[in-house]
């Protein structure tokens, strides 16, 4: 079993940057695909960003430029550095580990493991 706690959310004016962290328990963290999800109210859940065990990195093209993923093994986190933000980033942000392939996917049902979520809050 691989548990996942986020954590980083808040509320942030237009413009500015929040860095959420999404830690993991289990020995084989560096074997997994992570990836970032968010969920606005009244929308369906989204793709944002996914990091593979190889360290390849796909975005959401409404993120990219401005979202950085990335992991830091040693503490079994994966990160999701978000700059730039915008009132259209309000939403829940779910953190989940893909651990069959490793591989970087945008599909959600993909995912194996979903954290609680931390909500982003972003104020015009």
């Known amino acids: 079993q691989v548990q996942l706690v986020e954590s980083g959310g808040g509320l942030v004016q237009a413009g500015g940057s929040l860095r959420l962290s999404c830690a993991a328990s289990g020995r084989a963290f560096s074997n997994y695909a992570m990836g970032w999800f968010r969920q606005a109210p009244g929308k369906e859940r989204e793709f944002v960003a996914t990091?593979?065990?190889?360290?390849?990195?796909y975005y959401a093209d409404s993120v990219k430029g401005r979202f950085t993923i990335s992991t830091d093994n040693a503490k079994n986190t994966v990160y999701l550095q978000m700059n730039s933000l915008q009132p259209e980033d309000t939403a829940w942000y779910y953190c989940?580990?893909?651990?069959?392939?490793?591989?970087?996917?945008?599909?959600?049902?993909?995912?194996?493991?979903w954290g609680q979520g931390t909500q982003v809050t972003v104020s015009s």
């Open positions: 989940a580990a893909e651990s069959r392939t490793g591989f970087a996917t945008f599909r959600y049902d993909r995912y194996d493991y």
């Open positions: 990091l593979s065990r190889t360290g390849i990195t």
